[in-house]
């Protein structure tokens, strides 16, 4: 069974960096699409950062330019560098993955993956 375990969650003064990662396990094969996504008390999960070999990386507007998703060479781990954080980026954070081709050719933003982390909570103070 597919496991996602995210960390590197925590608290940062707006401006501050963080880096989340999340690593996959029990599955051979790399997963054809990730993301990250988040959500704030009383709003919906949104899409913030994907990739996919085929499509390349996308980004939610209001993280371009701040955040960069990656992953390492074996795909297993997937990266979420945060720059310039703002209090509004305040949100627990999830990863996901997916193997289905046709899923992710519909863009990696899409909040339909099949597996889902636990989460790990960025707080931005101002």
């Known amino acids: 069974q597919v496991q996602l375990v995210e960390s590197g969650g925590g608290s940062v003064q707006a401006g501050g960096s963080l880096r989340l990662s999340c690593k996959v396990f029990?599955?051979?094969?790399?997963?054809?699409?990730m993301g990250w996504f988040r959500q704030a008390p009383g709003k919906e999960r949104e899409g913030v950062a994907g990739?996919?070999?085929?499509?390349?990386?996308s980004y939610t507007d209001s993280v371009k330019g701040r955040f960069t998703i990656s992953q390492d060479n074996a795909k297993i781990t997937l990266y979420l560098q945060m720059n310039s954080l703002k209090p509004e980026d305040t949100a627990m954070y999830y990863c996901?993955?997916?193997?289905?081709?046709?899923?992710?050719?519909?863009?990696?933003?899409?909040?339909?993956?099949?597996?889902w982390g636990q989460g790990t909570q960025v707080t931005v103070s101002s």
């Open positions: 996901a993955a997916d193997y289905r081709w046709r899923f992710c050719s519909d863009g990696t933003l899409l909040p339909g993956y099949r597996y």
């Open positions: 990739i996919d070999s085929n499509i390349g990386t």
């Open positions: 029990g599955y051979t094969y790399s997963a054809t699409c």
